[in-house]
């Protein structure tokens, strides 16, 4: 298929599971650099596609979203953390925000009335946070678990199992797991790890 906004918007809004899929195995392939470099716009186009009314357009647009996620910090591993660790003219500050646009959206998705886009909203928050563990982000691994802790409390218990998978994702990296947990809950799990010893 053509790499154009109007081709992938075309195959995202079709309600064609094949076309869907292929939209995002595409994306997902291209290379790093060249999904940064088409990052914004193709951002702004998931924004479009996701204001629609019907649930399946929006999971998809979530599932491409996620796979439109460039991941230049993978880049960095190994090296020390600066902008020239990157690839081409790109900077951390550039890089933050395609991770900040994404946490919006899937704030946004993790609020939908439809499971589906819960589901793939929370599963992608998981990229974000891998992420900030591998840039040593801890303020933003903190700042997404505040997020995602007060929208579990606005949020009806219908959709709160959503909000709190996305928290566990996040809470793995932070290495802090079991914290949306019951205190009693959380305290005898924790005990269990500490009494497992020999």
């Known amino acids: 298929m053509d790499h154009t906004p109007d081709a992938f918007a075309d195959a995202l809004s079709s309600g064609d599971t ?93 609020r939908d009335d439809d499971g589906r886009v819960r589901r793939a909203a929370a599963k992608a928050t998981k990229e974000l946070a891998l992420t900030a563990e591998m840039l040593e982000a801890e303020d933003e691994l903190r700042s997404m678990m505040d997020e995602l802790d007060t929208l579990a409390e606005e949020c009806a218990d219908s959709k709160r199992k959503h909000v709190e998978q996305a928290y566990e994702n996040v809470a793995f990296h932070a290495e802090k797991p079991f914290s949306l947990l019951p205190d009693g809950l959380r305290d005898a799990l924790e005990g269990d790890d500490h009494s497992g010893g020999g």
């Open 18 to 110: 094949e076309r869907v899929n292929r939209a995002i195995d595409e994306i997902e392939n291209t290379e790093l650099e060249e999904r940064a470099a088409l990052f914004d716009e193709y951002f702004d186009m998931c924004l479009d596609l996701y204001e629609a009314d019907d649930g399946y357009q929006r999971q998809s647009v979530i599932r491409f979203a996620a796979s439109l996620y460039p991941r230049l910090a993978y880049r960095t591993v190994g090296a020390d953390l600066t902008d020239e660790a990157l690839p081409g003219e790109w900077t951390l500050d550039e890089i933050a925000t395609h991770r900040e646009r994404l946490r919006d959206l899937y704030a946004d998705a993790l």
